[in-house]
């Protein structure tokens, strides 16, 4: 046995899997038997490729998102800035003029309820 696989080179167990790999292909009997296995991997392909697809949308939908709540995060911080300044006294004794409301200078009275006989 030993005098056997010294006579065997790798030249010729190529050409024998090389060969042999033919015979199976030309035949088609492995094809049909192993149909089960090729609609599998085929399906796993299918699969492999729809969730990279998914994958990207998600990515898409993410960064669009992002992108929205930056510019609302903006447009919050700018609507609150702009309250903020019309709110102050001088403000809106501004604003009050035109209508012709004034600030008093007097003190408020305070008034007291009448008691009950």
Do not use: C
Not at 13 to 34: A, F, M, P
Not at 48 to 68: C, L, P, S, V
Request: charged share 30%; hydrophobic share 35%; no cysteine.
């Amino acid at each position: 046995m030993a005098e056997e696989v010294k006579g065997t080179t790798k030249g010729s167990t190529k050409t024998s899997k090389l060969k042999g790999l033919g015979e199976l292909l030309s035949g088609g009997k492995w094809i049909t038997q192993n149909l089960n296995f090729f609609l599998f991997l085929t399906g796993l392909a299918v699969l492999y490729i729809a969730n990279g697809h998914m994958a990207d949308k998600t990515i898409r939908n993410i960064n669009k998102t992002q992108q929205e709540i930056k510019d609302l995060q903006f447009e919050y911080k700018t609507v609150k800035s702009e309250v903020m300044y019309k709110s102050e006294e001088a403000q809106v004794e501004k604003a009050a003029e035109p209508l012709g409301l004034k600030i008093t200078k007097d003190v408020p009275v305070r008034l007291q309820p009448e008691e009950r006989k």
